[in-house]
């Protein structure tokens, strides 16, 4: 493979991850960086580097994009920042993974969308549940002939988020556009959408934003354009230090799936016991798909078209909840 000069735009701490896994494919060179923060250049350095070898660091992503012969770019930043910096980098010929959510707007995703056709270049959205064999095997059956049409669907995330990230801009609205609806949210949203293949036609939604600037704990309720029933809490008030996650899939033929703390569980016939499943294939990292799709070797799993079902979900949700709980209708 010709080598690959990929860029960070953000180094802060989920961009270290992304870094740590790059430098394991051979033939990627993390090429420069980009951040406002001096400390968090640093730290990016110190974590993916070793302190040794730094690459090209800069202030801001701009000067990066004009100064760097790059193939692509990381977008690591906080939300609302996204979609020019996605927007820039495809005007540069660049493709682009960004951390979830990719934008916070069904017309941002919209415009992206439009740009990539533009341009031709690549743009994944970072949901690396969707590479994980729990997650995968989930799908799998429920699109198998014998499971039949589900007939409802239920996730529940809880976290410490409230505390957890308490002064950064995760909880600034201007910075975040939104709060774990948005966050560790856009994660389970996004496999209830992608597990189904199904995206929600009516959604309400019951949310308390707990003192602060964005919603904290949301309690949503949602039936599918396929005709299954959902619902969805998040819950961000949970004790710091804790986190449980968990998806519960039923259809019309007596069957059930429980995905729970990435654990499957499968009920595949009336009067069966619940089984635990033993699963082949290796969980896979969006870093390496993203590699492998901008290199001809895969079709991208996680691309922006998937992403505006989540979004219009998501800004339903706030909707209905700004509205008491009314139900609101996503347009086909």
Same mark, same amino acid.
């Given at each position: 493979m010709e080598g690959l000069r990929i860029g960070f735009i953000g180094t802060g701490g989920i961009a270290r991850g992304h870094g740590k896994r790059l430098r394991m494919i051979e033939g990627v060179e993390i090429a420069a960086v980009a951040d406002p923060s001096e400390e968090s250049l640093g730290a990016f350095a110190e974590a993916v580097f070793n302190g040794n070898g730094r690459p090209p660091a800069y202030g801001g992503h701009r000067e990066m994009l004009e100064k760097e012969k790059l193939d692509a770019v990381l977008v690591c930043t906080p939300h609302t920042l996204h979609y020019d910096q996605i927007i820039e980098s495809l005007d540069a010929g660049l493709h682009v993974l960004a951390e979830k959510p990719l934008v916070c707007t069904?017309?941002?995703?919209?415009?992206?969308?439009?740009k990539i056709r533009e341009t031709g270049r690549h743009v994944m959205v970072s949901f690396q549940r969707r590479f994980k064999g729990a997650y995968r095997a989930m799908k799998k059956l429920i699109h198998d002939p014998e499971f039949g049409n589900v007939n409802f669907v239920s996730a529940y995330v809880s976290q410490g988020?409230?505390?957890?990230?308490? /002064?950064?801009?995760?909880?600034?609205?201007?910075?975040? /556009?939104g709060g774990q609806l948005n966050d560790t949210g856009a994660h389970i949203i996004d496999m209830m959408m992608w597990m189904?293949?199904?995206e929600a036609a009516?959604?309400?939604a019951l949310i308390d934003n707990r003192g602060c600037e964005v919603d904290i704990d949301s309690a949503v309720s949602f039936r599918t354009r396929k005709g299954a029933l959902g619902t969805l809490s998040v819950v961000g008030s949970a004790p710091q230090g804790s986190m449980w996650e968990e998806i519960t899939v039923s259809g019309d033929r007596g069957?059930?799936?429980?995905?729970?703390? /990435?654990?499957?569980?499968a009920a595949m016939g009336h009067g069966q016991k619940l089984e635990p499943m033993e699963l082949s294939g290796e969980d896979m990292d969006p870093d390496r798909h993203f590699v492998d799709v901008i290199t001809g070797k895969a079709r991208n799993e996680s691309p922006p078209e998937d992403f505006l079902r989540n979004i219009r979900f998501t800004q339903a949700a706030w909707k209905s909840a700004d509205e008491g709980g009314r139900v609101v209708r996503i347009e086909a």
């Open positions: 069904e017309e941002e995703t919209r415009k992206i969308i439009n988020w409230l505390t957890a990230v308490a /002064g950064t801009w995760r909880q600034k609205l201007s910075l975040s /556009g189904l293949e199904d009516e959604v309400a069957k059930a799936l429980y995905l729970s703390q /990435g654990k499957l569980t």
